[in-house]
């Protein structure tokens, strides 16, 4: 994320600028697909992953707006904002998903909510 912050703020290409901040999109939905998919609906508790669900749509609209800038500067800042949500959705997440998940989800459910995880991200240990 301070690799495209970087990238965002520098003198390079509206192009450039957009490459690595659709690289980073295509990660952040990644991300929230799995999350939406497998952890989510583990929750009993629908008001905070139905909060979290609602900022994955929203940063993917800002994204796809975004994407539609051809300004230099208006895609500078409106790239930095969208970083920045994305940060402090990160931060809420790892402040709060990990104890909603051990207080809601039992640990044998959350061994094998893992291991799709996993193989859904072409992962094995």
Do not use: Y
Not at 55 to 69: D, P, V
Not at 95 to 108: G, M, Q, T, V, Y
């Amino acid at each position: 994320i301070s690799h495209a912050m970087a990238i965002v703020e520098s003198d390079k290409s509206v192009l450039e600028k957009k490459a690595i901040l659709r690289f980073l999109g295509e990660l952040l939905g990644q991300h929230s697909r799995l999350e939406d998919e497998i952890i989510f609906p583990a929750l009993r508790s629908r008001d905070f992953a139905e909060t979290l669900v609602d900022e994955h749509q929203a940063l993917h609209s800002w994204f796809r707006r975004m994407l539609a800038i051809t300004s230099d500067e208006e895609l500078r800042e409106s790239s930095k904002i969208w970083i920045r949500q994305i940060v402090r959705h990160f931060r809420k997440e790892e402040a709060n998903l990990p104890n909603f998940c051990k207080r809601e989800i039992s640990s044998r459910k959350r061994k094998a909510l893992g291991v799709r995880w996993l193989r859904e991200q072409h992962v094995s240990i």
